[in-house]
């Protein structure tokens, strides 16, 4: 059981550049999120999609879009990278909302 | 704006102490209190959480312990071990809510 899988684990951007960030659970959970972690902040929810089919502005959404591409697959696309998007990112899931979430290993991100 | 203010950033403690983590929060809807492990180039993972209708929980030498009238909540590490150090992060929410809040994060030492 894989979990929630993650790709890629590192990625260099340079400024201006676009990339997509690829999350997949094999859990059959309901709902999945994109959060980033920056050191003394903690985690923050960028979006997040309750069930397959819908997505919402977590706190942070600005710079990033997302789609749901089916209930096992969560992408987090940078339009135009900036280095205030230079942060390490996790895809959790869960099977309804608020309870327990399965995090990714992450994916660290550098945009230059 | 932060809802779930922790303390301390960073603490240190020597094998067999009892680390403490403090979290405060200011939402009374807020009725699910987790707190999430996280190791070295790993996604977080849930420790242990606490719903007020509790003061106090216990998981092995993990323990939470819960101030509903101050809105705030702690962890206690017993017997902490090296292998307990990791960066420790509370996180609350609502039933009604749609996603955790979580706090800045405490980065555990445990020396031998």
């Not at chain 1, 979430?101 to 230059?112: K, R």
């Not at chain 2, 699910?32 to 209708?53: C, E, M, N, T, V």
């Not at chain 2, 090296?82 to 800045?104: I, Q």
Request: include cysteine.
């Amino acid at each position: 059981n894989a979990g929630v899988t993650q790709t890629p684990k590192f990625q260099v951007l340079k400024t201006g550049q676009s990339m997509t960030l690829q999350c997949a659970q094999d859990m059959n959970h309901n709902s999945m999120y994109w959060y980033r972690q920056d050191p003394g902040m903690g985690l923050r929810l960028i979006y997040y999609s309750a069930s397959e089919g819908t997505t919402d502005k977590g706190e942070v959404p600005n710079g990033y879009n997302v789609s749901r591409l089916n209930k096992r697959e969560f992408s987090l696309r940078l339009e135009s990278a900036a280095p205030s998007q230079t942060s390490v990112y996790f895809c959790a899931s869960n099977l309804i909302l608020v309870e327990k979430l399965f995090f990714g290993s992450g994916t660290q991100l550098s945009v230059l | 704006q932060q809802q779930v203010k922790q303390s301390p950033q960073s603490l240190i403690v020597q094998k067999g102490g009892i680390p403490i983590i403090n979290c405060a929060y200011e939402n009374t809807a807020f009725d699910y209190f987790p707190w999430y492990q996280q190791f070295p180039g790993k996604g977080p993972a849930l420790l242990i959480a606490i719903r007020p209708d509790v003061s106090e929980k216990k998981e092995g030498r993990f323990t939470i312990s819960f101030n509903k009238s101050a809105k705030q909540f702690s962890l206690h590490i017993m017997d902490s071990q090296p292998g307990d150090s990791a960066t420790y992060f509370c996180a609350a929410s609502s039933r009604s809510g749609s996603r955790l809040t979580f706090g800045e994060g405490t980065q555990l030492t445990v020396n031998p």
